[in-house]
Nanobody
Framework: QVQVAESGGGFVQAGDSLRLSCAAS????????VGWFRQVPGKEREFVAA????????YYADSVKGRFTISRANAKNPVHLQMNSLKLEDTGIYYC???????????????????????WGQGTRVTVSS
């Protein structure tokens, strides 16, 4: 059984940095795309960043470009989301998602969709204060 777990959330001040991690277990030996999403109460979950199965490409929401970096040391686990220059509007619950089935994507549009992913973590809370 595949399990996805996020870690690294916390309470920080605006301008600070935070690094989130995502690890998937239960499917050793596989390489897979990973996406990060976030949700604020009262709003829909939104795409933040994604990395392809071979680390060749990364994609970001416009709101985090230049501040967030998604990375993976090798083609497996874990995936990190380095968040710099955090803003109040970055507050939310951050979810990691992995794609284990289905075709590969050739552009960013599919990575931004929740239904592209097969397994999700429970989320980690990030709170940015002024």
């Amino acid at each position: 059984q595949v399990q996805v777990a996020e870690s690294g959330g916390g309470f920080v001040q605006a301008g600070d940095s935070l690094r989130l991690s995502c690890a998937a277990s239960g499917r050793p030996g596989s390489r897979f795309p990973v996406g990060w999403f976030r949700q604020v109460p009262g709003k829909e979950r939104e795409f933040v960043a994604a990395i392809t199965w071979n680390n060749a490409n990364t994609y970001y929401a416009d709101s985090v470009k230049g501040r967030f970096t998604i990375s993976r040391a090798n083609a497996k686990n874990p995936v990190h989301l380095q968040m710099n220059s955090l803003k109040l509007e970055d507050t939310g619950i951050y979810y990691c998602a992995v794609q284990l089935y289905g075709p590969s994507c050739s552009d960013s549009s599919c990575y931004e969709k929740e239904n592209h992913y097969d397994y999700w973590g429970q989320g980690t809370r990030v709170t940015v204060s002024s």
